[in-house]
């Protein structure tokens, strides 16, 4: 019937009124930590639909209305919950734990009133990312209203809120704009498409003062990974002197100069990445990697003892801080790991035993 098209529009316009006000009752702390717990269990369940339904859709909404400054403009509105409605950051993150990786929470902070997760993502490469997830009281208990990734630098709510603005814009301010529009749409097709170098050909041809605009610059950096390490790195570098407080840029350098065994490079910029957790103990395995690559193995074993001492259950981090001390010639501190992790039932007798082969020097240490 033809009342039922104003009626729906109308408890629309209701609900989005009241997300674009502020929640109720803040979510506590207690409440953070349950949903977090509850995170970690279905990831290690590998089971997506936590995280998948996660996000509060209609107060996701009203924050892209206010990010826009379009309280009452509903058919955005109903684009931003359609489009938040197609992440499936459940499905991205079990996908990518799976065959010993892990999702864990690093902190819950408290910021303009809101509670934070910050959940540090490990996959079995040992490759690393970050999200923060926003929280809020939503109609159905705690809920997301907005993630942060570190690995691309991208707040969920300002990405979908951009390029919905984008996408309403039927005429741009000016022939330079629309020119700029038409190639950036350009590059992304062709990167989407597996050709960089054709992507990167549209890049060029941007305004230098729209190349200096935080989007464009991560478009940037996006094609110049798929063009060799030289023309990637140069991209970081830019990226990381148009944006200094961006804390992406320090772990995309951090990765990448590891990769390319630029190892002083990359410990610079681990470190950099480190003040925007502010912490994370886990970093200490990769600083323990970079110094041994550095020939110090001083640094690096100073880096396995904080690790181990903060997760003695890694039998990685154990193995390579065995290593570190006999080859520093401290066989009874190597010792007393491999005895202390075998009294606690870590390693097991047969794992002694391989000690031992490995590490003749050790054999009376381990009677």
């Known amino acids: 019937m033809t009342f039922l098209k104003p009626l729906t529009t109308f408890l629309l316009c209701v609900a989005l009124i009241g997300a674009c006000r502020q929640p109720g009752k803040p979510v506590t702390d207690t409440e953070a930590i349950d949903f977090a717990k509850t995170i970690e269990t279905s990831v290690s369940q590998q089971n997506p639909d936590v995280l998948d339904n996660a996000i509060d859709r209609k107060y996701f909404a009203g924050l892209v209305l206010q990010q826009a400054g379009q309280r009452f403009n509903f058919t955005l509105a109903q684009k931003a919950r359609t489009a938040v409605a197609r992440i499936h950051v459940g499905q991205d993150v079990v996908k990518a734990t799976r065959q010993n990786g892990s999702y864990v929470l690093v902190r819950r ?53 951009g390029k919905l603005l984008d996408a309403e814009k039927t005429a741009p301010k000016s022939d330079t704009d629309r020119e700029n529009a038409r190639l950036v749409g350009q590059a992304e097709q062709f990167l989407y498409g597996g050709n960089p170098d054709e992507a990167y050909s549209f890049y060029d041809q941007i305004t230098d003062k729209a190349k200096k605009e935080q989007p464009i610059q991560r478009l940037h950096v996006r094609i110049a990974v798929k063009m060799g390490d030289s023309v990637y790195k140069a991209a970081l570098k830019e990226y990381q002197s148009n944006f200094p407080q961006d804390p992406f840029i320090y772990l995309a350098i951090f990765k990448n100069d590891a990769r390319i065994q630029d190892f002083p490079g990359s410990l610079e910029a681990l470190d950099r990445f480190e003040r925007f957790l502010p912490s994370d103990p886990f970093l200490d395995f990769f ?44 066989l009874d501190s190597a010792a007393m790991l491999v005895l202390d992790a075998e009294q606690k039932k870590i390693i097991t007798p047969e794992q002694v035993d391989t000690v031992k082969r490995i590490y003749p020097a050790l054999r009376t240490y381990l009677k």
């Open 287 to 330: 600083r323990a990697f970079i110094y041994k690559q550095m020939s110090n193995p001083l640094q690096s074993r100073l880096a396995l003892e904080r690790f181990h001492a903060w997760n003695p259950l890694n039998i990685n981090v154990l193995v390579e801080l065995v290593d570190n001390h006999v080859k520093a010639g401290h």
């Open 109 to 161: 902070y408290e910021k303009d009133g809101h509670q934070h997760l910050l959940f540090r993502l490990i996959s079995p490469n040992f490759d690393i990312d970050y999200n923060d997830l926003e929280l809020i009281r939503g109609d159905q208990g705690v809920r997301v209203v907005d993630i942060y990734n570190y690995g691309d630098g991208e707040q969920l709510s300002k990405a979908i809120t």
